[in-house]
């Protein structure tokens, strides 16, 4: 593993650790450590730090309503699916945006503060699009693990049980 890799795992896994700690765990100095961060940041690989909020326990969060919408499109003379997906994402609406394989091209996150307004969305921007063929829209109604993080608590009784 080089520095890099060593450093980015070690963010991916806490982007709070302390230049000190990072130093400290990867055996280099804290200028190193700032160094290979600011040149990691420059060439786009680290794009930019959030906190991982659970939305059951976000007030605001809480009331928002999400859903994934499968997408199928017809790919553009010249641009393939890159001039779709770049109308597409720069709706404030949309979260997360990915190009799939199997039965559906495009894979689209959205976020609205209501039922209505997110089948409002798909009805009139999203399915209107030229390009566009079909889509399929599924709520989220809980999230259990996202990113490699658990937003349920372990309510799991872990005491062995006793045999008399």
Avoid at 33 to 57: D, F, S
Avoid at 61 to 87: N, S, Y
Avoid at 117 to 122: M, P, Q
Wanted: charged share 35%; hydrophobic share 40%.
């Amino acid at each position: 593993m080089n520095d890099k890799e060593e450093i980015l795992d070690l963010l991916r896994e806490n982007a709070r650790l302390p230049i000190d700690d990072i130093a400290a765990m990867t055996k280099k100095t804290p200028a190193e450590v700032q160094a290979i961060i600011k040149q990691l940041e420059a060439e786009g690989i680290i794009l930019g730090y959030k906190a991982v909020i659970n939305p059951e326990k976000d007030g605001a969060a809480k009331e928002k309503v999400r859903a994934e919408i499968e997408i199928q499109v017809t790919p553009e003379r010249e641009h393939g699916f890159d001039g779709l997906a770049d109308r597409i994402y720069r709706y404030p609406q949309v979260k997360s945006l990915y190009l799939m394989s199997g039965g559906y091209d495009l894979k689209v996150v959205i976020e609205g503060d209501s039922l209505q307004e997110v089948a409002f969305f798909v009805a009139r921007k999203l399915s209107t699009l030229e390009g566009v063929r079909s889509t399929k829209t599924h709520f989220l109604l809980k999230t259990y693990k996202e990113n490699d993080v658990l937003y349920v608590e372990d309510e799991s009784d872990r005491r062995e049980g006793v045999m008399a």
